[in-house]
């Protein structure tokens, strides 16, 4: 069974930053790309970052590029987004994904797998 565990949400002030961790197990974690959603109140669900089973390459949505970092150690089955010069905009449930497909996580925004999801609120 597919398992993945978000951490590291809370509450930060504008400017600052935070990390977020994902622990996976229950799938041969080379074999899949990892992505970071999120989702906001009364706003659709969002793309942030993705990044690709083998090759390290990754994608990042417009809004983030330049403060945000998405990383994996496949030695750990684990991801990590690193958030810096956070704004109050950033707000929202962000959820760790997964999928074998890169085409499902930067495409069509449709991964097969979700965590629970971890909040982050950005206080200006």
């Known amino acids: 069974e597919v398992q993945l565990v978000e951490s590291g949400g809370g509450l930060v002030q504008a400017g600052g930053s935070m990390r977020l961790s994902c622990a996976a197990s229950?799938?041969?974690?080379?074999?899949?790309?990892i992505g970071w959603f999120r989702q906001a109140p009364g706003k659709a669900r969002e793309g942030v970052a993705c990044?690709?089973?083998?090759?390290?390459?990754?994608y990042y949505a417009d809004s983030v590029k330049g403060r945000f970092t998405i990383s994996r150690d496949n030695t750990k089955n684990a991801v990590y987004l690193q958030m810096n010069s956070l704004k109050p905009e950033d707000t929202a449930v962000y959820y760790c994904?997964?999928?074998?497909?890169?085409?499902?996580?930067?495409?069509?925004?449709?991964?097969?797998?979700w965590g629970q999801g971890t909040q982050v609120t950005v206080s200006s």
């Open positions: 994904t997964t999928d074998p497909s890169w085409v499902r996580l930067i495409e069509t925004k449709t991964p097969g797998y």
């Open positions: 229950g799938f041969t974690f080379d074999d899949y790309a």
């Open positions: 990044i690709s089973r083998s090759d390290g390459s990754t």
